[in-house]
T-cell receptor
Framework: DGGITQSPKYLFRKEGQNVTLSCEQN?????MYWYRQDPGQGLRLIYY???????QKGDIAEGYSVSREKKESFPLTVTSAQKNPTAFYLC??????????????FGPGTRLTVL | DQQVKQNSPSLSVQEGRISILNCDYT??????FLWYKKYPAEGPTFLIS?????DKNEDGRFTVFLNKSAKHLSLHIVPSQPGDSAVYFC???????????????FGSGTQLTVLP
């Protein structure tokens, strides 16, 4: 049963604490991505990774960090430097095909609320 | 500066009729377009895509049309069903200068409600 899992589904943290969101995929995809969704808005890219041990900043990387030590895993840490961390976080993966038809598939998301 | 725009935040359609969701873009470098369906508190589900070398792609009840000169794409759902009620996002991508991963630029979404 292939797919992308994100845990936990809901997460609550106190202001000033770092928190790590999990993302695992068993689709054998090379590329992985983190997006954030705020109410009434589209998804915005935080970080992406094309291969293991490599990752790049997206449009809104400030206050976030990632690692890609394994192909299957791409955890996102929301640090205390992120000014508005409360949001819905979505992880995605794709085969990473060269060319134009690389489709991203999404996990179920994690709702982070910072109190 | 929104590169992908969905100007209708909501759309209501009667069951059995056609739903037409629209999307406009400004970046002429976009060459791959996708539609996703999303329920509240869930991840988006991929529906259908189209490459810029085509002007139409069909998959069952879903058809996507691309008008490159107008920088406009639309998703047609025929016939519409109550289970189609969800937020629909269009997304566009261009190849990055290095590597194969692609950034998706999303519109803000359209809430489709199919009335029984």
């Amino acid at each position: 049963d292939g797919g992308i899992t994100q845990s936990p589904k809901y997460l609550f943290r106190k202001e000033g604490q770092n928190v790590t969101l999990s993302c695992e995929q068993n689709l054998n995809h090379d590329a992985m991505y983190w997006y954030r969704q705020d109410p009434g808005q589209g998804l915005r890219l935080i970080y992406y990774s094309q291969i293991v041990n490599d990752f790049q900043k997206g449009d809104i990387a400030e206050g976030y960090s990632v690692s890609r030590e394994k192909k299957e895993s791409f955890p996102l840490t929301v640090t205390s430097a992120q000014k508005n961390p409360t949001a819905f976080y979505l992880c995605a993966s794709s085969m990473g095909l060269a060319g134009s038809t690389d489709t991203q598939y999404f996990g179920p998301g994690t709702r982070l609320t910072v109190l | 500066d929104q590169q992908v725009k969905q100007n209708s935040p909501s759309l209501s359609v009667q069951e059995g009729r056609i739903s037409i969701l629209n999307c406009d873009y400004t970046n002429s470098m976009f060459d791959y377009f996708l539609w996703y369906k999303k329920y509240p508190a869930e991840g988006p589900t991929f529906l259908i895509s189209i490459s810029s070398i085509k002007d139409k792609n069909e998959d069952g009840r879903f058809t996507v049309f691309l008008n490159k000169s107008a920088k406009h794409l639309s998703l047609h759902i025929v016939p519409s069903q109550p289970g189609d009620s969800a937020v629909y996002f269009c997304a566009a991508s261009e190849a990055w200068a290095s590597g194969s991963a692609r950034q998706l630029t999303f519109g803000s979404g359209t809430q489709l409600t199919v009335l029984p």
